[in-house]
């Protein structure tokens, strides 16, 4: 494989995981503030369907062009000598490592819970308060901000440590705002309030 192939090869993939991100975090905007449960349970289907159809293919696809084009262009050891390349790669195997350990036991146990909230047919405190849960909410927001600092890093190509340090610490901040501020609900979770029979009627018909 040449390296237009390669080059060519990593920028779909990326346009694809930029896409696959986006549509994640807006269907689990819509899985979190839905009160209907067949509504939720389509959510999590439709997330689990782009995780298939677009997440999956091209982050295997990145590492494999990614790993091709360092090895090839710079050397596997020489990347912690360029700032802008080793925040990429930190920034990609930390969003790899995320997802493992936390994206998908999380999208089990809500798999899980809704469910089993099936028998009560509405969505029950449990489930509502796990869906809202900060680190889930600090995942799913920090998702689409690491991969713009990853794009803002191989366009602008910074050699100072200091920029690179500077954009992690501002989007990690401004996810932990985001995931605090969306995980507030559940803390102040009402069950009459929220979660009566009406809401759930209200749903079916919008």
């Known amino acids: 494989m040449t390296h237009g192939m390669l080059v060519a ?45 677009l997440l999956m293919p091209s982050v295997i696809t990145l ?61 029950t405190p ?16 920090v998702e689409p901000l690491a991969y713009l600092l990853i794009m803002a890093l191989g366009a602008f190509r910074p050699m100072s440590w200091t920029g690179v340090l500077a954009g992690v610490a501002a989007a990690g901040v401004a996810a932990g705002v985001s995931a605090a501020l969306s995980s507030a609900p559940a803390l102040r979770y009402s069950p009459a309030s929220r979660f009566s029979s009406a809401s759930v009627d209200a749903e079916g018909r919008t």
């Open 9 to 53: 090869a990593h920028v779909v993939a990326a346009v694809m995981l930029g896409i696959a991100i986006a549509g994640l975090w807006l269907v689990d905007g819509k899985a979190r503030r839905t009160t209907d449960l067949s509504t939720f349970q389509r959510m999590l289907r439709r997330m689990a369907a782009i995780e298939q159809r």
């Open 63 to 123: 590492l494999a062009s990614g790993v091709w084009l360092v090895a090839g262009t710079w050397g596997f050891w020489s990347v912690v000598y360029v700032p802008w390349l080793a925040g990429m790669v930190a920034l990609y195997v930390f969003q790899a490592v995320w997802a493992n350990a936390v994206t998908r036991p999380q999208a089990a146990r809500l798999e899980r819970l809704a469910t089993e909230a099936q028998l009560a047919g509405a969505i």
């Open 126 to 141: 449990a489930l509502h308060v796990a869906r809202l849960g900060f680190v889930a909410s600090f995942g799913r927001h």
